[in-house]
């Protein structure tokens, strides 16, 4: 076990699709093994763009925590707790919203894109400008080496880097400067070959039964010129393709991608084949997760087990920040 500590945390706003699973808990899933972790509920970050509606986010909140443990966190080797249950992050938050020059969050390029795609919400709220100091503050207040990241989320992470730095330079130097793990993620499309997401409607969920995954395997969008079984198809075109890609063991990609060309194989031959390879590693976690809800106090004493313990490390920092700035 390396030294190291890794922070990351997921937003609590739906019910979890392969993308997160593939995207981040599969690697989260791994870094546990090797680093002193952390993983936390960002139950805060949920309202910064969902906050005029709180109606499910209890519900959202119990479920990820279902999601996370089914997919293989494992709390005896990671620390799991809930965002707001440590006010110590809000603490933090204001005293990095002291130092952190506007110009730095105007410029974040995931500011300025989600302010231009999501029109069906007012972002125009403090909250949202200054998201990037909360999550430098979730991260600091750690003392976390090692961010696990997606290419697109660097900037963020250089912004709690240059947090650090001021503060460091300003009072004293309390934080190391966090380093990017980056992240290698397959892209996992929707059914229907479209970014996978909730309003589109092409979404699988972890929380999917067996038989609904199956059925949604079924739909999946193949080669649209491919309208016989005799005719030859053309795999590059196919989004079940991109599942077998992601599912299948590589050994037999070469093969299905010769039979697709050659027509010797039809696409509902092919659907549940890859059927067969995604159950076998999505019907576990289901079945974890069936056990984990009838299991209600065991839950909640995994959070109240995370919660202590980043508590400890939290408190521990809050003393050298405060006593850094004199108050
Ligand atoms: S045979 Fe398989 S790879 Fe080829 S188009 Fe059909 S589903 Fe896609």
């Known amino acids: 076990m390396s030294e190291?500590?890794?922070?990351?945390?997921?937003?609590?706003?739906?019910?979890?699709?392969?993308?997160?699973?593939?995207?981040?808990v599969e690697n989260w899933k791994a870094l546990q093994e090797k680093y002193e972790s952390f993983f936390f509920i960002a139950d805060w970050h949920a309202l910064t763009t969902n906050y005029a509606d709180t109606s499910e986010l209890k519900a959202m909140k119990a479920d990820l925590l279902v999601d996370l443990l089914a997919a293989g966190l494992d709390p005896d080797k990671c620390t799991v707790f809930t965002q707001s249950k440590l006010l110590e992050h809000a603490e933090l938050f204001v005293y990095l919203s002291m130092i952190t020059p506007l110009p730095w969050l105007e410029r974040n390029p995931t500011y300025k894109e989600q302010m231009d795609n999501i029109t069906d919400k007012d972002l125009t709220n403090f909250g949202f400008l200054g998201y990037p100091v909360l999550q430098a503050a979730d991260i600091l207040i750690y003392k976390a080496d090692l961010v696990p990241v997606g290419?697109?989320?660097?900037?963020?992470l250089e912004l709690t880097r240059e947090i650090a730095r001021r503060f460091n330079n300003l009072y004293k130097?309390?934080?190391?400067?966090?380093?990017?793990l980056l992240t290698e993620a397959p892209k996992v499309p929707g059914l229907?070959?479209?970014?996978?997401?909730?309003?589109?409607?092409n979404a699988i969920y972890i929380s999917d039964t067996p038989d609904e995954m199956r059925k949604k395997i079924k739909m999946t969008v193949t080669d649209p010129?491919?309208?016989?079984?005799?005719?030859?198809?053309?795999?590059?075109?196919?989004?079940a393709f991109?599942?077998?890609s992601i599912y299948t063991p590589k050994e037999e990609i070469p093969g299905i991608e010769d039979a697709c060309r050659a027509?010797?194989?039809?696409?509902?031959?092919?659907?549940?084949?890859?059927?067969?390879?995604?159950?076998?590693?999505?019907?576990?976690?289901?079945?974890k997760r069936q056990e984990l809800l009838a299991r209600p106090d065991y839950l909640k004493s995994v959070l109240e087990a995370g919660e202590k313990r980043a508590r400890e490390v939290a408190q521990a920092t809050m003393a050298e920040v405060r006593d850094a700035i004199g108050l």
């Open 173 to 180: 130097p309390v934080f190391p400067e966090p380093q990017a």
């Open 192 to 201: 229907d070959g479209r970014k996978m997401s909730k309003s589109y409607g």
């Open 263 to 287: 027509a010797s194989i039809g696409c509902v031959d092919c659907k549940k084949r890859l059927s067969d390879y995604m159950l076998a590693k999505l019907e576990p976690i289901y079945q």
């Open 225 to 239: 010129a491919r309208v016989k079984r005799t005719d030859p198809g053309d795999p590059d075109v196919c989004t």
């Open 242 to 244: 991109v599942f077998h």
């Open 151 to 156: 290419i697109d989320q660097l900037p963020h």
């Open 4 to 24: 190291k500590r890794v922070l990351s945390g997921m937003r609590p706003t739906g019910k979890m699709q392969l993308g997160n699973l593939l995207g981040a």
